[in-house]
């Protein structure tokens, strides 16, 4: 199982730009399609106290359930970007 997983909803173009992200990276990620109704994302709700989509959780930095693509995006660069994987060697 990898340490980061993506609720996303099929389509939605948020959690386009997020996956991406994670694509451009080179970060592997476990998804979680959920579903169009709001009433039904129990799951994005024990994640975020919010049923919105996209979703992000990192398990190797403690990141429990960030909302909003921008956020999202902006924590990839910041943790997973071109400066950390040169610092790394990686």
Do not use: N, W
């Not at 998804?31 to 919105?52: F, M, P, Y």
């Not at 930095?61 to 956020?71: I, L, Q």
Request: aromatic share 6%; with cysteine.
């Amino acid at each position: 199982m990898s340490s980061i997983e993506l609720y996303e909803l099929e389509g939605c173009p948020f959690c386009s730009k997020v996956k991406q992200k994670l694509d451009e990276i080179g970060l592997e990620y476990e998804s979680h399609l959920v579903s169009r109704s709001h009433a039904d994302r129990d799951e994005v709700k024990e994640a975020s106290g919010q049923t919105g989509v996209p979703v992000l959780v990192d398990h190797e930095h403690d990141v429990e359930g960030m909302p909003e693509s921008s956020d999202i995006i902006a924590y990839l660069e910041k943790t997973y970007g071109d400066s950390k994987r040169a610092e790394t060697g990686a």
